[in-house]
T-cell receptor, first 114, second 111 residues
Framework: EPEVTQTPSHQVTQMGQEVILRCVPI?????FYWYRQILGQKVEFLVS????????KSEIFDDQFSVERPDGSNFTLKIRSTKLEDSAMYFC????????????FGPGTRLLVL | QQQVKQSPQSLIVQKGGISIINCAYE??????FPWYQQFPGKGPALLIA?????SEKKEGRFTISFNKSAKQFSLHIMDSQPGDSATYFC??????????FGQGTRLTINP
């Protein structure tokens, strides 16, 4: 069964450093998302991406964040200068068609900023 | 208006019992209501989903009841098993596709 994969599973970084989180969405999907989940809290939307551009972003997704689809398979989230409050689980999700519908989530990357 | 409110925060049910988790929303533009199951350290996994043109959807032991006029929907887990112990999130989305999640319910099934 196709699945969304994410790397790394864990990332520890120093405050102010740049991190890149990687995702491989399901191969025939066209819509891509990043969400985050601070420990013990709900899952929050960060950004959606379609046709090589951002479709929608939340207020969390400020200038420190960027997303990219560098090739036909990878989808990345970059945090330019990490802050302590960026520590969270980051989930990538993908969806096949337009509109509302099933999103498939990856296993997540646990980011710890020290 | 973009919020989805979920209750209870935690729930303990005896094995074989019925687990019920409730959610409410405000924005009538939401048109897709999934439930996700999450085990510790894992990503959310789709359990069951419903659209507002039906009032109930059943898949195995899992049922969503949907009340469009009240803007509420709930998840019922029949014959709850210890393996159902997890955190459950309701969510809602509209045409943009982004999911708005509820706060989550930590379900514990006692053997």
């Amino acid at each position: 069964e196709p699945e969304v994969t994410q790397t790394p599973s864990h990332q520890v970084t120093q405050m102010g450093q740049e991190v890149i989180l990687r995702c491989v969405p399901i191969s025939n999907h066209l819509y891509f998302y990043w969400y985050r989940q601070i420990l013990g809290q709900k899952v929050e939307f960060l950004v959606s991406f379609y046709n090589n551009e951002i479709s929608e972003k939340s207020e969390i997704f400020d200038d420190q964040f960027s997303v990219e689809r560098p090739d036909g398979s990878n989808f990345t989230l970059k945090i330019r200068s990490t802050k302590l409050e960026d520590s969270a689980m980051y989930f990538c999700a993908s969806k096949g068609g337009a509109g509302s519908g099933t999103q498939y989530f990856g296993p997540g990357t646990r980011l710890l900023v020290l | 208006q973009q919020q989805v409110k979920q209750s209870p925060q935690s729930l303990i049910v005896q094995k074989g019992g019925i687990s019920i988790i409730n959610c409410a929303y405000e924005n009538t533009a939401f048109d897709y209501f999934p439930w996700y199951q999450q085990f510790p350290g894992k990503g959310p996994a789709l359990l069951i989903a419903i659209r507002p043109d039906v009032s109930e959807k059943k898949e195995g032991r899992f049922t969503i009841s949907f009340n469009k006029s009240a803007k509420q929907f709930s998840l019922h887990i029949m014959d709850s098993q210890p393996g159902d112990s997890a955190t459950y999130f309701c969510a809602a989305s509209m045409s943009s596709g982004k999911l708005v999640f509820g706060q989550g319910t930590r379900l514990t099934i006692n053997p």
